[in-house]
């Protein structure tokens, strides 16, 4: 018999969960100073309840947690489609309870019900677990579009050097433009649009975006809307600035809608970046084509030697961090990837 078992946390138990997190995670983080994004990110949406998984012993004392954040904890149309992202994952004592992490995960699959699983950013060590439990793995390539007005770079490290590899033969369409949307200009889109938009898996919705960005309590994203000519918004890109040193950089943080559009708008881009003097767009994710974002500009990071474009701000770390994700699904589709899925961006420091 097991000296364990497995429940969802209850409002009334979050303070033994803040417990656990202050002593095995560390009592500094932000997400435990800061109740208000914490309660943004996982307290349940339907029936106020936290979205974590508490593997508990016959003692009611707290032996691990599993964090998960369903897509629908940002669109409640989304509730019947069962995606989950994977995060906080700690277990107490490995030894003492092993095979309790993975049985986590499993509760999650067949006792709550999710059918598609994902994780992004876990760490190199537990790659070759999610492997063995038949999940697909891989890494998000980082993309760079460099303004190419700038001599000076305080953030982009090694750019000199690798000057000529970032001439792109991509046209410059002129008739693509972006245009900034409020909360109400992305309400006022029609139905017949808000459907197009939303083709790509994992599944969003108009009000995930609103909700996941739009009303996040501490950073403050941008929408851009794809305007082709004759046509309003056929894509949406989420993006926002992030500083270090008087310097900035754009990063876009999550894409739906036509691929292709990428292809479209170096010249939009260009735009955006000598407005603002920003070194450069950067472009985490996995799924796009590479041939679809060189013709707007765009290179791998990983192709370039030498060349270091930071993805860690909070704090700042002047190195290239490559961040795996993992997934499983009885979805036959692609799945696409970007910064701002799962719980990867958002504040680090108080």
């Known amino acids: 018999m ?32 800061d109740k208000k994004l914490f309660d943004w990110q996982y307290k349940n949406n339907l029936n106020k309840n936290y979205n974590f998984i508490v593997a508990v012993s016959k003692k009611n004392e707290i032996l691990g947690i599993l964090g998960f954040i369903p897509l629908s904890h940002f669109s409640k149309k989304l509730k019947f489609i069962k995606r989950a992202w994977l995060s906080i994952w700690i277990i107490k004592n ?7 992490g993975i049985g986590m995960i499993n509760y999650l699959e067949k006792k709550i019900g999710f059918k598609t699983i994902l994780n992004i950013g876990l760490n190199n060590r537990v790659v070759p677990l999610f492997k063995s439990l038949k999940y697909r793995t891989g890494i998000l390539d980082q993309y ?22 970032f001439r792109s033969s991509g046209k410059n369409f002129k008739d693509y433009k972006l245009s900034d949307m409020s909360e109400r200009d992305f309400k006022s889109l029609k139905i017949k649009t808000k459907k197009s938009l939303f083709k790509i898996e994992p599944k969003k919705d108009a009000d995930y975006i609103i909700n996941r960005y739009l009303k996040h309590p501490r950073y403050r994203y941008r929408i851009l809307s794809v305007n082709k000519k004759n ?3 056929s894509s949406i ?4 600035k992030v500083s270090h040193n008087n310097s900035s ?15 479209r708008l170096k010249y939009s881009f260009k735009k955006l970046l000598y407005k603002g003097n920003h070194e450069y767009i950067d472009f985490l994710q996995s799924g796009i084509p590479n041939s679809i974002l060189k013709k707007s500009g765009f290179v791998s990071v990983y192709h370039i030697k030498n060349l270091v474009a930071p993805n860690y701000f909070e704090p700042f770390v002047k190195k290239i961090i490559k961040i795996n994700f993992a997934y499983k699904s009885e979805q036959k589709k692609d799945f696409f990837f970007f910064k701002a899925d799962g719980d990867q961006d958002r504040p680090n420091l108080i």
């Not at 950089?249 to 292809?263: F, H, P």
């Open 144 to 165: 760079l579009l460099i303004n190419d007005r700038i001599k000076k770079f305080s953030i982009l490290s090694n750019y000199k050097n690798s000057r000529l590899s």
């Open 249 to 263: 950089i754009l990063r876009i943080v999550d894409y739906q809608g036509e691929i292709k559009d990428l292809s």
């Open 2 to 33: 097991k000296s364990f078992k497995y429940i969802l946390c209850k409002r009334r138990q979050i303070n033994d969960l803040f417990l656990f997190l202050k002593k095995y995670w560390g009592k500094n983080h932000i997400l435990l100073k």
């Open 94 to 100: 490995k030894i003492s309870f092993p095979g309790l």
């Open 237 to 240: 890109i989420v993006l926002r």
């Open 231 to 233: 046509k309003l918004c």
